[in-house]
């Protein structure tokens, strides 16, 4: 691969990469001024592992306030309680318990994947706002209800992903929506790691993490979540018209109860998607590549992209970094709930109704080896 090989055509690739889709320029809000109040928000759950991620990027904002914590097992509020220097007051063994004493603007959702349609649904009796971790829930049954409750509630109910606030899947978006590489017709998606017990999760997160009620099948879900959400993005909220998956347990002495290794083919009427979801990759990986009709990009960790165009070789670039009100999920938060932007794309309920309907499906082909037509059913 060349570098830089073209010039000109270096910088209108960098200028393609930099341009914001028109929605989000529109939506664009004034940053958020620092004496302005943080937002008051409650955690349900510390269980699953992405808790520790927050605390050690987000405890210090400004912007935040953690007003209450709903955890039950008092080893864990302990261990919380003594890494990050937390009062004991702040804990509650009970949910709607704490959103009555506390109040918050919004509940972030840490419990296992089976337990976010009971804390969406006591939310939402609550009126309170939530954004839960990935991905919405286990089967599209609970995804449905889930919708319900934020519909007749009035409240926003969010999922919260890594890779949203990836710069380069911002810039493999932007080129594929301003044309700069045709209609698309590929999307192969790459996420996972050697496997939640050999990077050593915590025994809380990894007892539900290997659990098919808790979190819904294994890596299949855990990780192929990720890729049905950016093919959905991307093909601009169309369902698939069909789903085939296959899933191994290829180390059934680790992982006796779920699959560790999945791969999920979605088909629409002009594209595919390939959606490789692994425990068993030899380095953590969160990568895609999309292929349209006169070029690709290849999206290289959270900031590089890579971009082959008509007789012209490929190029390596560094995108944009994102806009303020969707750097981080607790900016986008804070735009949705008090800024007036508008929900939509990768961390949105409807995105992610289509996000549960493609995994249950996978889930479903995996079972009977059967492809699970969705053309004509909602």
Not at 40 to 65: I, K, N, P, W, Y
Request: charge should be neutral.
């Amino acid at each position: 691969m060349r570098r830089n090989s073209f010039p000109s055509f270096f910088l209108t690739i960098v200028a393609l990469l930099a341009c914001a889709s028109p929605d989000l320029r529109a939506q664009a809000k004034p940053e958020m001024k620092a004496e302005e109040a943080p937002l008051r928000v409650a955690l349900a759950g510390l269980v699953h592992g992405h808790a520790f991620g927050f605390f050690d990027q987000f405890q210090r904002r400004r912007d935040l306030q953690v007003v209450g914590i709903a955890e039950a097992d008092h080893q864990l509020t302990e261990q919380f309680t003594k890494r990050y220097g937390l009062q004991a007051g702040i804990f509650y063994s009970d949910l709607e318990e704490m959103l009555k004493k506390t109040h918050p603007q919004a509940v972030l959702v840490y419990t296992n994947t089976y337990d976010h349609r009971r804390v969406v649904e006591i939310c939402a009796r609550y009126g309170v706002p939530v954004m839960m971790e990935k991905p919405l829930a286990v089967s599209l049954e609970d995804a449905r209800a889930i919708e319900k409750a934020a519909r007749d509630a009035k409240i926003q109910v969010l999922v919260n992903y890594e890779t949203t606030w990836y710069p380069s899947n911002q810039a493999a978006y932007n080129l594929t929506h301003e044309s700069a590489i045709g209609e698309i017709r590929k999307i192969v998606v790459h996420d996972g790691h050697r496997g939640p017990k050999e990077i050593n999760v915590g025994p809380e997160f990894l007892a539900w993490l290997t659990d098919p009620k808790l979190n819904g099948a294994g890596a299949l879900f855990d990780f192929g979540c990720y890729g049905a959400d950016l093919a959905t993005w991307l093909m601009d909220g169309r369902r698939p018209d069909s789903v085939t998956a296959v899933t191994q347990r290829i180390k059934p002495e680790v992982y006796p109860r779920v699959d560790d290794e999945a791969t999920i083919i979605l088909t629409y009427p002009r594209a595919q998607a390939i959606i490789q979801a692994s425990w068993n990759w030899p380095f953590s990986r969160k990568d895609m590549e999309v292929y349209g009709q006169k070029g690709y990009t290849i999206t290289v960790g959270r900031d590089q992209v890579r971009v082959r165009l008509p007789e012209r070789e490929e190029t390596s670039a560094e995108a944009k970094p994102l806009e303020k009100t969707k750097e981080d999920s607790v900016s986008y938060l804070r735009a949705v709930l008090l800024g007036g932007l508008k929900a939509e794309g990768l961390s949105s309920l409807e995105t992610n109704v289509i996000v549960t309907e493609i995994l249950d499906a996978a889930r479903q082909s995996a079972a009977t080896g059967k492809t699970i037509s969705l053309a004509g059913t909602q």
